[in-house]
């Protein structure tokens, strides 16, 4: 089968098309033929080594991606009966064990694979696990009350979006920041204060939450710059490993999506939400998967709005 691997870290062009066997489904698992695959942060932070330590046991090639949209084409023994040869999934893959989802064929536990959302393509459909799933494991982290307040960093990312809109599904005031030119984008998503981006964000959102927002979470990655916009005794997720330490009894809880894959619940839901048309489902570009070089440099040119996503139909 067709891969996008590479052998070695490093820059975008260290990923390469190669040839893999395709792989068997075993107990309790699914093979699934990848139609499509969405390229996210964290396959960049696969390619260039910064999980490194997280693959001192798997022997390159090194295969990214956490997103995959297609089509199960075999049953393992033991999988789950929710699903069936010929049916249209997306899975969300962890690709440290053993492989990520640039491949034509992927093999995943059952547990981590739902139908894909009813009226979508397979391109859409690839961009909504690991950020809706990143989103409300960071709101579930918070487990703020129905009417209390929430900010959201990065609100115009994939995840970001995601949050705000699962936020106001959940009954929370939200404030979110944006560039002026996605203030539109971000409100769209239901934000009831829109502030400016940017170094000052904190200050930027106790002007509508002067006492400080009871939790926020971290899209943007600004850790000690958004701190402060978090109420004494209030909460912080940070979605890229970030401890702290903050101050005022502020508690810092990092949120890693893989501690969702099993919880094949919580991933139908998002499902569910996002034939609801509660998740907006975002596609940037579509690219032949040959050209996953260039979309992990269009991905860290940076200013997408939605997901890039490699074609391997």
């Given at each position: 089968m067709?891969a996008i691997?590479?052998?070695?870290y490093?820059?975008?062009d260290v990923l390469?098309?190669?040839d893999l066997?395709?792989?068997e489904?075993?107990p309790?698992?699914?093979r699934?033929?990848v139609?499509?695959?969405?390229?996210?942060?964290?396959?960049?932070?696969?390619?260039t080594?910064?999980?490194?330590?997280?693959?001192?046991?798997?022997?390159?090639?090194?295969?990214p991606?956490?997103?995959?949209?297609g089509?199960?084409d075999q049953?393992?023994p033991?999988?789950?009966?929710?699903l069936a040869?010929?049916q249209?999934?997306?899975?969300?893959?962890?690709?440290t064990g053993?492989?990520?989802?640039y491949?034509?064929?992927?093999?995943?536990?059952?547990e981590?694979?739902?139908?894909?959302?009813?009226?979508?393509?397979?391109?859409?459909?690839?961009?909504l696990?690991m950020?809706?799933?990143t989103?409300?494991l960071a709101?579930?982290?918070?487990?703020?009350?129905?009417?209390?307040t929430?900010?959201v960093t990065?609100?115009a990312?994939?995840?970001?979006?995601?949050t705000?809109?699962?936020?106001?599904?959940?009954?929370?005031?939200?404030?979110a920041?944006?560039?002026?030119?996605d203030?539109?984008?971000?409100r769209?998503?239901?934000?009831?204060?829109?502030?400016?981006?940017?170094?000052?964000?904190a200050?930027?959102?106790?002007?509508?939450?002067?006492?400080?927002?009871?939790?926020?979470?971290?899209?943007?990655?600004?850790?000690?710059?958004?701190?402060?916009?978090?109420?004494d005794?209030?909460?912080?997720?940070a979605?890229?490993?970030?401890?702290?330490?903050?101050?005022?009894?502020?508690?810092v809880t990092?949120?890693?999506?893989a501690?969702v894959?099993?919880?094949?619940a919580?991933?139908?839901?998002?499902?569910?939400?996002a034939e609801?048309?509660v998740?907006s489902?975002?596609?940037?570009?579509?690219?032949?998967?040959?050209?996953?070089?260039?979309a992990?440099r269009?991905?860290e040119?940076?200013?997408?709005?939605?997901?890039l996503v490699?074609?391997f139909?």
């Open positions: 067709k691997a590479s052998t070695t490093g820059g975008p390469r098309e190669v066997p395709t792989p489904a075993g309790g698992e699914v699934i033929r139609h499509a695959a969405a390229v996210n942060p964290t396959d960049a932070m696969l390619r080594g910064a999980y490194a330590a997280r693959t001192t046991d798997v022997p390159p090639p090194y295969v991606g956490m997103d995959a949209a089509v199960i049953l393992g033991g999988a789950d009966g929710r040869v010929g249209r999934v997306v899975a969300l893959v962890i690709p053993p492989r990520g989802a491949a034509e064929h992927i093999v995943v536990p059952a981590s694979v739902v139908p894909a959302p009813a009226g979508t393509d397979h391109a859409e459909a690839a961009t696990l950020n809706a799933a989103a409300r709101l579930d982290t918070l487990a703020l009350p129905k009417g209390a929430v900010a990065g609100a990312g994939a995840v970001g979006g995601y705000v809109e699962l936020a106001k599904a959940d009954g929370l005031t939200v404030v920041d944006a560039a002026p030119h203030r539109d984008l971000v769209g998503f239901g934000a009831d204060h829109v502030v400016d981006r940017g170094t000052d964000v200050a930027r959102i106790r002007e509508p939450a002067p006492a400080g927002v009871p939790g926020l979470v971290d899209g943007s990655d600004q850790r000690e710059e958004a701190v402060p916009a978090v109420a005794g209030g909460a912080f997720v979605l890229r490993g970030w401890q702290g330490p903050a101050e005022r009894g502020v508690t990092p949120v890693f999506v501690s894959r099993a919880d094949t919580l991933l139908d839901t998002l499902r569910l939400q609801q048309g998740l489902l975002r596609v940037a570009k579509v690219l032949p998967a040959s050209d996953a070089a260039e992990h269009l991905l040119a940076g200013g997408l709005r939605g997901r490699l074609d139909s």
